[in-house]
């Protein structure tokens, strides 16, 4: 199993930035994925998730309404749009897919929101 994510970077407050995670080795149109996020000495949060089939998304109260979690079963990747980025938004966002009692991790992406 490989999760790569890509699209983070540095930007100012209320830009927008879409991650994706390219996902292979297994079968992605089978399971639920998950956008998780860390910040400097705090734990690890889950940001978003979404179901196999793409209908039912699930956010966090701190990113509802700014933040769109999708996926492309197609091209095995996830997306999350992060529109109206706030500081406290800084963090390594990592995807993450759990297969029964396997849980694999991306290596993550560096999202920073500064001016």
């Known amino acids: 199993v490989q999760l790569v994510e890509s699209g983070g970077g540095l930007v100012q407050p209320g830009e927008s930035l879409r991650l994706s995670c390219a996902a292979s080795g297994f079968t992605f149109s089978s399971y639920g994925m998950s956008w998780y996020r860390q910040a400097p000495g705090k734990e690890r949060e889950l940001v978003a998730n979404?179901?196999?089939?793409?209908?039912?998304?699930h956010y966090a109260d701190s990113v509802k309404g700014r933040f769109t979690i999708s996926r492309d079963n197609a091209k095995n990747t996830v997306y999350l749009q992060m529109n109206s980025l706030k500081p406290v938004d800084t963090a390594v966002y990592y995807c993450?897919?759990?297969?029964?009692?396997?849980?694999?991790w991306g290596k993550g992406t560096q999202v920073t929101v500064s001016s």
């Open positions: 993450r897919v759990v297969r029964g009692v396997f849980v694999s």
């Open positions: 979404i179901f196999s089939a793409g209908t039912i998304t």
